[in-house]
């Protein structure tokens, strides 16, 4: 399976940004489904994460800013992401999981500048 991330960019303190994940194979056939990122100098963290049924989670900096959805008619996971802070600045992948095994799409990059 392929991911497909795009929509980063670099934005100001306080702005938003969507991001996009689409797989190449059928959605319907994904499970787990998740947003991580990666700062510089830093290990990869999970941002947000939502099972085939629509069951989210996210982790404690973004709760409440970020949100995180999958348009299968689109086949395509989202990442709403608002009030951007300069530590949100990352790489950020999109992973998934489709039949036992787990598949991460490139990166995009998201720079918040204060």
């Known amino acids: 399976v392929q991911l497909q991330a795009s929509g980063g960019g670099l934005v100001q303190a306080g702005g938003s940004l969507r991001l996009s994940c689409a797989p190449s194979a059928d959605i319907f056939s994904i499970g787990l489904m998740g947003w991580y990122r990666q700062a510089p100098g830093k290990q990869r963290e999970m941002v947000a994460t939502i099972t085939s049924g629509g069951n989210t989670n996210y982790a404690d900096s973004v709760k409440g800013r970020f949100t995180i959805s999958r348009d299968n008619a689109k086949s395509t996971m989202y990442l709403q992401m608002t009030s951007l802070k300069p530590e949100d600045t990352a790489v950020y992948s999109c992973?998934?999981?489709?039949?036992?095994?787990?598949?991460w799409g490139q990166g995009t990059l998201v720079t918040v500048s204060s």
């Open positions: 992973n998934a999981w489709r039949y036992g095994r787990g598949y």
